[in-house]
């Protein structure tokens, strides 16, 4: 059954909703162009993609993996064309052991050229995935390396310059989970997709024929790509029937642009236990987290109680993320809407607690670092008027030009700058990094642990520190960049090589 209405399909709530709706720029810009209405969604139960193992070939763990075009029914009744690994649209969990090898073979049949990079993952930068390693259409990559990570986890993605927008936004993207002993120890809730949960979160346009809307005009590249409506593992407007007392939600900002202040419409406390790269040291309760494009949290909620618990995406403003003016209204940064409607069971099984000490992490000591390096994020008057203007220390990404090199085998604090006027996602290859602090302040509770991507917010200094611990190799560079993929297209982004 299709309900056409002509807002957001129903999953926007709150007084701010509607209204700000029409300033919201893509889906303004999606107006003007198309105009009529949006397509809503009845509830649907949550897709959970499919855990995928691999197979043990001589001691390796192998995946086979197809990105491939398909189809795609995000509304009942209507087909959307859309991109996919092993499927229409996003691709399969794969699971894997710290301390095993794994070999990827990835074929691309999408009729134009991509790349598969793992986001996150400590790998020989020959095996990165980022936009040295292009698939041809019909070619299959396959790089090998050892999982060297914590248990947490990571996710893989196009990192096909200039190109990564659309094609993450048609769908290529994936979760990876890495487990270890240490972690299994915990007895924390593990069973994929009953109570532990994988939520990618991204948000999408569509035209009025139901296909996705990608638009690459300046608003939007200055904003990056924002949708106005929710998909949760590419379901929109999902449930989950919630059969244990506590689930585990294991939390990817897959958006293009959009950042969330996640919580419950309830206003429930739940406990944060893990940031991109691993566990926290202990769980963390909070009412609230916020994730910007490429940023993951595991999050534990309660729902013994009975009572229905309806994640929610809070407006921004006040947490720095954006929100106020008209910039933020633009944005959309004022919207509140939901994201998942979690069902608890009246069979329900009571769950174990969850333990008040979960991993060891060492401090982050800067005295053990070998210097400083700097990075300043501009979006400048050439980015507005059209020009080039997305750069980091001045400069836009060029795949000839190596930007940075550092030595293996030591620690540096990398101080990264904001002075635009907009939060930007740093993310860096390679390594799981720790923040020093943000403007001189230690950094939240949330956040302490094991980090791929950062925020770094307007006016805002933040200084982490890194470990360069192997994989020597001057010829093949590590990417750094905003992971708003508009801004990283458009050249938010440089090239380091770790050298022996
Ligand atoms: Cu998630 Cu360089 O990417
Ligand atoms: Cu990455
Ligand atoms: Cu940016």
Redesign the pocket.
């Known amino acids: 059954m299709i309900s056409r209405r002509a807002a957001l399909a129903g999953l926007v709530v709150g007084s701010a909703g509607l209204a700000s709706a029409g300033l919201f720029s893509n889906s303004f810009v999606r107006r003007a162009i198309f105009g009529g209405p949006v397509f809503a969604a009845m509830a649907k139960p949550l897709a959970i993609p499919d855990g995928l193992a691999g197979e043990v070939r001589d001691g390796v763990r192998t995946y086979d993996l197809s990105l491939q075009r398909g189809r795609s029914t995000f509304f009942d009744g209507v087909e959307t064309p859309t991109i996919g690994i092993n499927g229409p649209y996003l691709g399969p969990t794969l699971k894997m052991r710290a301390g095993e090898t794994v070999r990827m073979n990835v074929t691309n049949g999408v009729g134009e050229p991509s790349t598969l ?1 793992w ?1 996150g993952m400590h790998l020989p930068a020959s095996a990165d995935g ?1 936009p040295h390693q292009i698939i041809g259409d019909g070619e299959t990559w396959s790089p090998q390396f050892e999982v060297k990570q914590r248990a947490s986890m990571f996710w893989y ?1 196009s ?1 096909m310059v200039p190109r990564t927008g659309p094609q993450v936004y048609q769908g290529l993207a994936g979760m990876i989970y890495v487990d270890d002993d240490e972690t299994d120890r915990l007895d924390l809730p593990s069973e994929y997709g009953v109570d532990d949960i994988p939520l990618v979160l991204q948000d999408r346009l569509f035209t009025n024929s139901g296909n996705l809307f990608y638009s690459t005009s300046m608003p939007t590249r200055m904003m990056g790509m924002r949708g106005d409506v929710m998909l949760v593992n590419g379901t929109a407007n999902p449930y989950f029937e919630a059969r244990t007392g506590k689930l585990r939600l294991r939390i990817l900002n897959g958006s293009n642009a959009r950042f969330y202040k996640i919580g419950f419409a309830d206003g429930r406390t739940f406990q944060q236990i893990g940031t991109d790269g691993g566990l926290l040291e202990r769980p963390y309760q909070t009412s609230f987290i916020t994730l910007s494009p ?1 940023e993951r949290a595991q999050i534990v909620v309660d729902v013994d109680d009975g009572r229905p618990a309806l994640l929610r995406s809070f407006e921004l403003s006040g947490t720095g993320l954006g929100g106020g003016g008209m910039m933020g209204g633009m944005m959309g940064d004022n919207l509140t809407f939901d994201l998942l409607d979690i069902r608890p069971d009246a069979g329900r099984a009571r769950s174990a607690q969850i333990p008040n000490r979960l991993i060891n992490l060492v401090r982050p000591d800067p005295a053990q670092a070998v210097g400083t390096r700097r990075f300043v994020m501009q979006m400048g008057m050439g980015g507005m008027m059209g020009g080039g203007g997305f750069t980091i220390n001045g400069k836009s990404m060029d795949t000839a030009r190596i930007d940075q090199t550092v030595r293996v085998g030591t620690k540096e604090i990398w101080q990264i700058e904001n002075p635009s006027v907009m939060p930007h996602p740093f ?1 860096i ?1 390679d390594v799981q990094f720790r923040i020093l602090d943000r403007n001189g302040s230690p950094p939240a509770p949330g956040e302490i642990g094991l980090k791929d991507t950062v925020v770094i917010n307007a006016n805002e200094t933040v200084r982490l520190l890194l470990e360069f611990a192997d994989y020597a190799d001057p010829d093949s560079p590590y ?1 750094y ?1 905003c ?1 708003i993929l508009e801004h990283e297209d458009a050249g938010m982004m440089g090239q380091f090589v770790v050298t022996a």
């Open positions: 990079h986001h980022g993605h990192h490429g993310h290859h990417m960049h992971h």
